[in-house]
């Protein structure tokens, strides 16, 4: 499987006179074991078609190439946007068609002339959480993926109730899929070298009806956002704002067999979704 060598990736980056961005979060990976280990755990498939976030200098892009159907490479940095298809010509010319580039922030991007059936990229640290979120949300078609994000972000991602780092961003992608830490990676794979660890989390799409509820998903998410604001709080006092008072909320979270005194970090999704049942659109 051909990759692009460490210092085919540092020539074109001096060819476009590039200096990695802080603020796009651009590290591009230059190791091509790594790209390999990505493609081998995203499973693909000859009918798959790959939308790739952040493909920077394109060494994992030619890589999905060999054995994807296509893959949609979505760019932020016009420079990078601009030479990815001159990279796949001239290095897989027999897929060039097979690839098309869009040249955005993929927080914008809802809508896309295939349907994508697998997500893989190496998502900026600063925004990896968005993004994941909004394209679960929007590309309802995407089966499963791989996504390389800081190491503590995805132990979050990944984290069962009752743990330190389960949050907001745990539940909300368990509405969608099932994720797991597929493998750590050393900050040596990347170019420039990050000062955090990374790690590749793997995720498949759930199978539930109730994914199509948009009413109830976004009430579920509010009770969320709400609860985890106040963490430290019994739900009773979290959820007051939802549910009248602590009075009103107690009575109603012992009416659907959850206990008023618990704290967010312990409820697993189906008790929020439990909670957001028994609250009207309107409120």
Not at 32 to 51: E, F, H, Q, W, Y
Not at 198 to 212: P, T
Not at 245 to 267: F, H, K, M, Q, V
Request: charged content about 20%; proline content about 6%; some cysteine.
């Amino acid at each position: 499987m051909e990759t692009l060598s460490a210092s085919e990736i540092r020539k074109l980056g001096a060819d476009l006179q590039l200096r990695p961005s802080k603020s796009l979060g651009q590290n591009f990976v230059v190791d091509g074991n790594t790209c390999r280990k990505i493609v081998r755990l995203a499973g693909l498939k000859a009918s798959d078609v790959v939308l790739e976030v952040g493909p920077g200098l394109g060494s994992l892009t030619i890589a999905l190439l060999v054995d994807a159907a296509h893959v949609i490479a979505v760019e932020i940095d016009n420079r990078l946007a601009n030479q990815l298809p001159k990279t796949m010509a001239a290095h897989a010319p027999e897929r060039v068609n097979a690839l098309t580039v869009i040249h955005d922030d993929a927080l914008n991007v809802t809508n896309l002339a295939l349907r994508p059936t697998v997500l893989v990229a190496n998502l900026p640290y600063n925004v990896s959480v968005p993004v994941l979120l909004h394209i679960m949300e929007n590309f309802p078609s995407i089966e499963r993926g791989i996504v390389m994000v800081q190491a503590e972000v995805a132990d979050r991602l990944a984290a069962p109730p009752g743990s330190k780092v389960y949050g907001v961003p745990s539940v909300k992608l368990k509405w969608w899929a099932d994720s797991q830490v597929a493998s750590q990676i050393s900050r040596e794979v990347f170019w420039p070298v990050p000062r955090v660890d990374s790690s590749l989390l793997a995720f498949s799409r759930r199978s539930d009806s109730r994914l199509a509820d948009e009413p109830l998903r976004k009430r579920t998410f509010a009770i969320i956002d709400s609860a985890f604001a106040q963490r430290r709080k019994m739900l009773r006092a979290s959820l007051g704002t939802f549910l009248g008072n602590s009075e009103s909320a107690s009575t109603y979270l012992n009416s659907i067999g959850i206990d008023p005194t618990s704290r967010a970090e312990n409820l697993t999704l189906e008790q929020f979704i439990a909670i957001a049942r028994g609250i009207s659109p309107a409120s």
